[in-house]
């Protein structure tokens, strides 16, 4: 510690009288960290750090000598006239215990990245469905659950982030409809076959044809080339555009068995602990846990004023397993099946038409298998970088 840093904190100054004083002295130089010393016949004139105080008596007192504190300055004894007064005491300690919980307390949410208050009266909604609100205490809120929470709920939002600076929570999100700006459209490049089928329609726009109607292609064949040589004999690099219009076969098949075993979520219990800096202190939790649990643990430091603290509240989440078991009718099955089926030509055939399809089952004791045979017809083209030098 700084001299200067000690003087602040606290130090005394002191008289010593007595005889054989080069005995003191050298005590006083192993036994204390002296700040300055001066001795002028059978005095001692020095200046010391407070908290050796005690032991400037006992040597005094072993060497006969008479000791006189001549002053005592700094924080510490400023501070200690006032240790009797309790009211003084307790108003400092409830002002900081009140200003560390103002400081984790939400006073403010901002919404950035949009302007359509609209949107933003929705992400409000669903924020303080899930406990994000004025007045709510910042570290008994997950942002990352939050943060999936608003995503799932909210088709408009394709991303987001929260964070809190002292009482601001911040909501950063970005919509479907906002495209980012790219260089993506001057890349060279082909277009290849995504499936194995045969030719219908065509229609280029940019790039050489390598295929023609009727034609039949394989996945990963060549459709429309971007790299084209003019009759200069020069070679042109293009990104190429193109509708491949094609029809082609695809089988998927879905099975369901009559006993289908289910993991659910049960009910969440939270053991919290107090941190400080690395150690952690379990607060007092009656809960007596059974089953199988499912934990997510995540940290909040207090702040004050804005200034992150070494001290935080660490929560556990423990998430039951529920372990149920569903026995079907082949009847149930067969319409669970078809219910996949259905889920299947909704969200994951695009924008292929259905020519035709054949759809058969079969049943056994224990499941029923369905499989479909499609015709579809659509765009089999998928652009192909060229990486050219």
């Known amino acids: 510690m700084s001299m200067l840093l000690m003087r602040l904190i606290g130090v005394i100054t002191v008289r ?5 004083m080069g005995v003191v002295i050298n005590r006083l130089r192993k036994e204390c960290k002296v700040i300055s010393l001066n001795a002028k016949g059978d005095t001692i004139y020095a200046t010391l750090p407070f908290f050796y105080e005690k032991k400037l008596e006992e040597i005094s007192s072993g060497n006969s000598c008479v000791l006189e504190i001549t002053s005592r300055k700094g924080i510490y004894f400023h501070l200690r006239k006032y240790r ?3 009211g003084f005491v307790f108003g400092i300690i409830a002002a900081m215990v009140l200003s560390i919980f103002l400081s984790n307390i939400v006073f403010s949410i901002r919404i950035v990245g949009t302007d359509d208050e609209s949107v933003i009266y929705e992400v409000r909604e669903i924020l303080e469905e899930e406990g994000l609100k004025a007045g ?3 570290p008994n809120l997950n942002f990352l659950n939050l943060q999936t929470r608003l995503f799932a709920i909210d088709d408009d939002i394709s991303w987001v982030s929260i964070g809190n600076s002292g009482s601001v929570v911040t909501v950063n999100l970005r919509l479907v409809n906002e495209k980012a700006g790219t260089d993506e459209g001057r890349i060279p490049c082909n277009i290849i076959a995504t499936e194995d089928a045969q030719i219908v329609d065509i229609n280029v726009l940019v790039g050489h044809l390598e295929i023609l109607i009727g034609d039949a292609v394989a996945k990963g064949d060549l459709l429309v080339s971007g790299y084209v040589e003019r009759g200069n004999g020069r070679v042109y690099f293009y990104h190429s555009i193109a509708n491949i219009t094609a029809v082609f076969e695809r089988t998927v098949t879905f099975e369901q068995s009559i006993y289908e075993r289910k ?4 009910e ?4 919290k602990s107090l941190s400080v800096f690395d150690l952690d202190i379990p607060l007092p939790d009656l809960t007596v846990l059974d089953g199988s649990y499912i934990t997510d643990t995540y940290a909040t430091k207090l702040n004050l004023f804005g200034i992150e603290l070494p001290v935080g509240i660490t ?4 998430t039951e397993q529920i372990y149920k078991l569903n026995i079907y009718t082949l009847d149930e099955a067969e319409e669970i099946v078809y219910n996949k089926l259905e889920n299947y030509e909704e969200n994951l055939i695009g924008d292929y038409e259905i020519v035709d399809k054949d759809v058969t089952f079969e049943k056994t004791d224990t499941s029923v298998v369905l499989h479909c045979t499609y015709t579809l017809q659509g765009d089999i083209g998928i652009e192909s970088p060229i990486f050219a030098k």
């Open 263 to 266: 993991v659910v979520d049960g």
């Open 16 to 20: 010593i009288d007595g005889f054989d």
């Open 84 to 86: 009797k007064r309790y």
């Open 268 to 271: 969440t219990h939270y053991s």
């Open 315 to 318: 929560t556990t989440e423990y």
């Open 136 to 138: 709510a205490f910042i």
